[in-house]
């Protein structure tokens, strides 16, 4: 796919989708559950509706990646969940029922969530060896994020909650256009390469496991964090520069993370990073109340989210040959954040009340980090560390 005529063109639009998903996912993730609670819903309610944000990741990834591997018409899928997902999300506008509200993010995530695993094929493919790279290409959607996480909390202040569907509506609207120009070209998966079947081994299954509970655990602060600290005495423009600060943080780690990976391989990061997230939200449910424990906590989202989605991605990358890649990063995204993140997000709804106990979704949370750290150590200790060092070595 790189050889096809110019892949630096490519990484500029590729980057600029992901500039504007995860400018969607920083719109929506903190502020939805805000959201909600101004159109007064409880906050069980509003745990069952980000969940469905969350669950429709678990089915289209999966429908999309099989479509993909069979036809290698990555770019095209990509173009048509962007359209269909900027289409639908018009229904998002009408102030209606918590049926209705369920129903339309239902249809627009399933098309919007389907986007990412194509994108990130498209992304490595088009990289080749230099997938040192990936860390820059991917660092643009964590822009995304951090810029409208900042801006969105400035204009809920000013405009109140009710400007969030129109700033949605612009990025869905950019993500489109951002979509358009990527090459039409068909990926040729000769019929040679594997066996046409999609293994799992032990070390992939447990990778699995791990990236579903780390995603639970990420339940009470994907989908609460910034009521939780309104319900502490900050405000949402407050709650926003501390979700600013763990997103700079977060591309940081994404520079840095090939070198790390090169050196001492995914395993043994994956296991300082898990160590690092159930300190966060033990952070975060005992000392939300200090302003500087709480900007700890958000600084160590370079753990989190960036060590670990480096490490993930290439993990998925290496393990599954050319005719299974759409299909392993469509699994590694539906369990980990679609099945992960649905049951955290649904939980922490469930135990939050009145947010009396809150305090208990963090500490719930910081116990399935500690899990997921348990099933990282039941891969076997072989790695991807010397391909991953031959690659920064080629870039």
């Not at 319900?231 to 700079?248: H, K, N, W």
């Amino acid at each position: 796919m790189n050889q096809a005529g110019q892949p630096s063109r490519q990484l500029v639009w590729i980057s600029s989708c992901y500039f504007f998903f995860f400018a969607i996912l920083g719109v929506m993730v903190p502020y939805l559950g805000v959201f909600f609670e101004h159109r007064g819903f409880n906050p069980q309610e509003i745990g069952f509706l980000l969940a469905i944000l969350m669950a429709t990741r678990i089915i289209a990834p999966n429908i999309w990646a099989m479509v993909a591997d069979k036809t290698g018409m990555r770019s095209q899928l990509v173009k048509w969940g962007a359209a269909a997902a900027s289409v639908t999300y018009l229904s998002f506008f009408y102030n209606g029922s918590f049926t209705y509200l369920a129903v339309s993010l239902t249809i627009y995530t399933f098309f919007w969530n389907a986007i990412l695993a194509q994108l990130e094929v498209i992304t490595l493919e088009t990289l080749g060896e230099n997938t040192a790279r990936y860390g820059a290409i991917r660092s643009f959607g964590s822009l995304g994020y951090l810029i409208f996480v900042v801006g969105m909390g400035f204009a809920i202040n000013i405009w109140g909650t009710e400007v969030l569907p129109y700033v949605g509506m612009l990025l869905f609207i950019g993500l489109l256009l951002s979509a358009m120009p990527l090459p039409s070209d068909r990926v040729v998966v000769s019929k040679k390469i594997g066996d046409g079947k999609l293994n799992i081994d032990k070390g992939i299954f447990w990778f699995l496991v791990s990236a579903m509970l780390l995603q639970m655990s990420a339940g009470p602060f994907y989908g609460f964090f910034v009521l939780y600290l309104k319900q502490s005495g900050y405000s949402e423009a407050i709650a926003g520069v501390y979700v600013a600060a763990g997103v700079l943080a977060e591309i940081l780690m994404f520079m840095i993370a090939p070198k790390l990976l090169g050196r001492f391989g995914v395993r043994p990061l994956l296991l300082v990073s898990l160590t690092m997230t159930a300190l966060r939200w033990l952070i975060m449910g005992l000392w939300v109340d200090n302003p500087f424990a709480l900007g700890i906590s958000q600084l160590l989202h370079a753990f989190t989210f960036g060590l670990v989605h480096a490490a993930s991605i290439q993990f998925v990358h290496q393990r599954f040959d050319i005719r299974h890649r759409s299909k392993g990063q469509a699994l590694y995204a539906s369990l980990s954040f679609g099945v992960g993140g649905a049951l955290g997000t649904w939980l922490c709804g469930v135990i939050w009340g009145d947010g009396s106990t809150a305090w208990l979704a963090w500490i719930g949370a910081a116990c399935c980090a500690l899990l997921s750290m348990l099933a990282i150590l039941l891969i076997p200790k072989v790695d991807n560390r010397d391909n991953i060092a031959h690659t920064n070595a080629t870039a």
